[in-house]
């Protein structure tokens, strides 16, 4: 890990996590500067410190609900992605996928895996906990599938999406997306802009 690079905490089941993927190109072409992303499984830092998803916290709070619908038509409508669906699965129990992103990584396939897996979960509407699905999804993304899902499996792989996972809330992380420059965080699509002022600090 290099502490000079910005860290960009990701779980295939939050859609606002999808959202702020497909913002990160551009915010790297300003600063010139690549996000790592790490893996954390959003359940178990949920766990860890306490917190709900919003699905559930805001359970009985129907204009809460609505404005955050709201918030990520507004966001989908400004960055004109117009292939994003809400997916009908959800939420998907993202565990599998989480350590298949783990093997990738491992196997230097991360960024092809995350634009497929991201795809199939907020473009396409897939059943991303589904194992036929998941081997169908990378088949077609042009990865080697089997050695994938055979990997997720990997003793050590499961130890170190645990071991990110732990790591990201000893560093005052509670949710997904979140963000670290340096040893700043940030929390949520609506930093981004503070994001990427604190890149531009770092770097000058």
């Known amino acids: 890990m290099n502490a000079a690079q910005p860290r960009f905490l990701f779980d295939f089941g939050s859609p606002n996590a999808y959202l702020v993927h497909k913002v990160l190109p551009d915010i790297e072409a300003r600063t010139g500067t690549a996000f790592e992303y790490v893996p954390v499984l959003l359940g ?7 917190n709900r998803s919003p699905i559930e916290t805001y359970a009985g709070v129907a204009n809460r609900r609505a404005y955050d619908t709201l918030e990520i038509g507004r966001f989908v409508a400004k960055h004109r992605f117009d292939r994003f669906t809400m997916n009908p699965h959800f939420p998907v129990n993202t565990l599998q996928i989480m350590r298949g992103a783990v093997a990738a990584q491992k196997l230097n396939r991360l960024a092809p895996y995350v634009d497929a897996v991201f795809a199939a979960m907020w473009e396409n509407g897939l059943n991303m906990a589904e194992p036929e699905v998941i081997g169908r999804v990378l088949a077609e993304a042009g990865l080697d599938g089997a050695a994938l899902v055979a990997g997720s499996q990997d003793p050590e792989v499961k130890a170190q999406l645990m071991a990110n996972t732990q790591a990201a809330f000893e560093q005052g992380a509670f949710g997904a997306p979140t963000f670290f420059v340096g040893t ?10 503070d994001v990427e002022e604190a890149i531009g600090k770092q770097a000058g």
Request: glycine share 18%; net charge positive.
């Open 184 to 193: 700043h965080m940030f929390f949520g699509k609506d930093r981004l802009r």
């Open 44 to 50: 178990g830092l949920f766990k860890l410190s306490g």
